[in-house]
């Protein structure tokens, strides 16, 4: 997929879970529809800094372009099933334990300063040492070269029997999921902080990673222009962090202060591709 195809259907993504977002603002309330579009707002601005990590991903196990699709296919399967399950225990434990919203505050509000102050991006993961790749080990070998598109692939062992190995697409696969629950730790609570309810709790989720399979093939051309997407995230995650403890010690903040004050700190990755708009994209590998 090229650039203007996946920002083409990106755009379409982004168009339906809007007229989800008018839907539930109609049917439910402005309330809600207010909770939906700054949950939905969050979780795809968190969701563009997995396509780093993501792309680095990919680059580390040399996985070729016209085979990213299908990992991104299936990893973002996968990623439905695990936010359902990530988020049905965050919805039992925020309504059990209320205490577990300073939690999650003082979480947000460390995560995002440590962003903003500690320097460092993502690196290229040591793949020997990754617990994912010792923990399929244990399971099965993992071949060393692609076997076409398929995630298991059957090569003589020592002794020259045939047995099942891994190939480095399944690697890329797990790597993903994995990687999404190290990013979901971040989003679940922040999507917790702006509301409690379950449906948009869910919804506003979905609608932003059913997108970045399409989003990624543009991303992953133009990562080098996102300078401020970093800091831009910090202050938001510090924000919601914030907003947890305003809302314990003041009353809840008002739902169309924080979509405002969540859409003019992520207007500065905007500008940070406008100022970059020269630089045109990075060419494939």
Not at 146 to 160: E, I, K, N, Q, S
Request: proline share 5%; aromatic share 12%.
């Amino acid at each position: 997929m090229g650039v203007k195809a996946s920002l083409g259907l990106s755009a379409f993504y982004i168009l339906i879970a809007l007229l989800f977002g008018a839907w539930v603002w109609v049917v439910l309330g402005p309330g809600s529809g207010m909770a939906y579009l700054t949950g939905f707002a969050v979780e795809k601005a968190l969701a563009l800094d997995n396509v780093f990590v993501i792309s680095v991903i990919f680059a580390a196990l040399a996985v070729p372009r016209h085979l990213q699709h299908r990992v991104l296919f299936w990893g973002i399967l996968g990623v439905i099933v695990l936010r359902g399950l990530m988020i049905g225990l965050g919805a039992a434990l925020v309504s059990n334990f209320a205490w577990v919203m300073w939690v999650f505050g003082a979480f947000l509000l460390l995560t995002g300063l440590r962003l903003l102050f500690v320097k460092g991006g993502h690196g290229v993961p040591d793949l020997e040492r990754h617990p994912v790749v010792r923990a399929l080990r244990r399971v099965m070998p993992i071949s060393p070269k692609l076997d076409g598109a398929r995630f298991v692939t059957c090569l003589p062992d020592a002794a020259g029997r045939m047995r099942l190995h891994a190939t480095p697409l399944l690697l890329a696969l797990l790597l993903v999921e994995a990687a999404d629950l190290v990013f979901a730790v971040d989003s679940i609570p922040a999507i917790f902080a702006i509301t409690q309810d379950p449906f948009i709790v869910y919804t506003s989720n979905i609608f932003a990673i059913l997108g970045l399979r399409a989003l990624y093939f543009a991303l992953d051309a133009l990562i080098h222009r996102f300078s401020a997407l970093k800091p831009a995230l910090a202050l938001v995650l510090v924000f919601i962090g914030g907003k947890i403890f305003y809302n314990q010690f003041y009353g809840k903040l008002d739902p169309a202060i924080s979509l405002g004050v969540t859409l003019a700190i992520l207007g500065g990755v905007v500008v940070s591709l406008w100022r970059t708009r020269g630089k045109g994209a990075r060419p494939a590998a």
